[in-house]
């Protein structure tokens, strides 16, 4: 099984709401910073866009373009992480990422070097 594996993407309108999901097995069980990553087919040469990360103490960091609407939360017992997302809008469309770091906790912020990767799942946002 992959150690990371996301769920929950989906078409939605302008203004609508997501829950992503990412489910976290072998060693990314242990993780101790997570987070959530976004890109558009458009830019590949950006790279991946840090959205949201939370370490395994509870704190949390959010993009600007995020925050107060975006919520980032775990559910330690069944170590999945998820991404509440509200308020959605035709810029938010892109394939997000899970993230875990097994190591150490999120030192770097968005920076920080991550050991795992989920698969993707795709996010679009129409108006």
């Known amino acids: 099984q992959a150690p990371l594996v996301e769920s929950g993407g989906g078409s939605v309108q302008t203004g609508g709401s997501l829950r992503l999901s990412c489910a976290a097995s072998?060693?990314?069980?242990?993780?101790?910073?997570m987070g959530w990553f976004r890109q558009t087919p458009g830019n590949p040469g950006k790279g991946r866009e840090g959205v949201a990360i939370r370490d395994f103490r509870g704190n949390t960091t959010y993009a600007e373009n995020a925050k107060g609407r975006f919520t980032i939360s775990q559910d330690n017992a069944k170590n999945i992480l998820y991404l509440q997302m509200n308020s959605l809008k035709p810029e938010d469309t892109a394939t997000y990422y899970c993230?875990?770091?097994?190591?150490?906790?999120?030192?770097?912020?968005?920076?920080?070097?991550?050991?795992?990767w989920g698969q993707g799942t795709q996010v679009t946002v129409s108006s």
């Open positions: 072998g060693t990314a069980f242990s993780a101790k910073c």
């Open positions: 993230a875990a770091l097994v190591g150490r906790d999120c030192w770097r912020g968005f920076y920080t070097y991550f050991d795992y």
